[in-house]
């Protein structure tokens, strides 16, 4: 059962524009939520996070939203740039893991194209 | 990122074969993650390590991985008698304390022939 869907396998933007790259998740106990940005043979990169308590985070051209009643976040990059080109991949946390690890729970991710 | 290395970047082995991984943070994270990613998968969590309490296993997808963490720092991840489906990138991540942020190291893909 997957708990964190990226429903979207890829996406392709014009540079300059806007790049939305959405999430949902099913388990009401997520409080936390982070987006990563993996390019090939490296690790994933943290970018952006946001706790429950919010509906919106944002750091420079990268914004996230958080929709709770809909169980539902996105991020929004604005201007993307072809250096955006990557896979992204949304994450989620609770506070009721094991023995409070907060361990991840990921998102099968995007793969985001900018075009020039 | 955040200083975490891991060794080697690459590994081979054939089927049966055991194998160790190594995940070297920088000191200062007491807590200390295994993910993998297999092909077309998100991450999978497999185990945590935070300070002297005992491990959270509860990802460990059979009885042969078994992972250590000596001195609070380096990390071992260990499969016995590897089967093909091991294959994937295997990440090492660390959570600074009260953060919820967590930095991953650049991974080691291993493929089981």
């Known amino acids: 059962d997957q708990q964190v869907k990226q429903n979207s396998p890829s996406l392709s933007v014009q540079e300059g524009r806007i790049s939305i790259l959405n999430c949902d998740y099913t388990n009401s106990m997520f409080d936390y939520f982070l987006w990563y940005k993996k390019y090939p043979a490296e690790g994933p990169t943290f970018l952006i996070s946001?706790?429950?308590?919010?509906d919106k985070n944002e750091d420079g051209r990268f914004t996230v939203f958080l929709n709770k009643s809909a169980k539902h976040l996105s991020l929004h990059i604005v201007p993307s740039q072809p250096g955006d080109s990557a896979v992204y991949f949304c994450?989620?946390?609770?506070?009721?893991?094991?023995?409070?690890?907060?361990?991840?729970?990921f998102g099968k991710g995007t793969k985001l194209s900018v075009i020039p | 990122g955040a200083g975490v290395s891991q060794s080697p970047s690459n590994k081979v082995t054939e089927k049966g074969k055991d194998v160790e991984l190594r995940c070297d943070p920088i000191?200062?994270?007491?807590?200390l993650y295994w993910y993998r990613q297999s092909l077309g998968q998100g991450l999978e969590f497999l185990i945590y390590f935070q300070g002297n309490s005992a491990p959270d296993k509860s990802g460990l997808p059979s009885d042969r991985f078994s992972a250590e963490r000596t001195g609070g720092s380096v990390s071992t991840l260990t499969i016995q008698r590897t089967q093909q489906e091991d294959s994937a990138v295997y990440l090492c991540?660390?959570?600074?304390?009260?953060?919820?942020?967590?930095?991953f190291g650049p991974g080691t893909r291993l493929t089981v022939l």
């Open positions: 946001i706790s429950s308590i919010k």
């Open positions: 994450a989620a946390s609770s506070p009721y893991s094991g023995a409070g690890s907060y361990q991840l729970t």
């Open positions: 000191s200062g994270h007491t807590a």
């Open positions: 991540a660390v959570r600074g304390q009260g953060a919820r942020e967590q930095f």
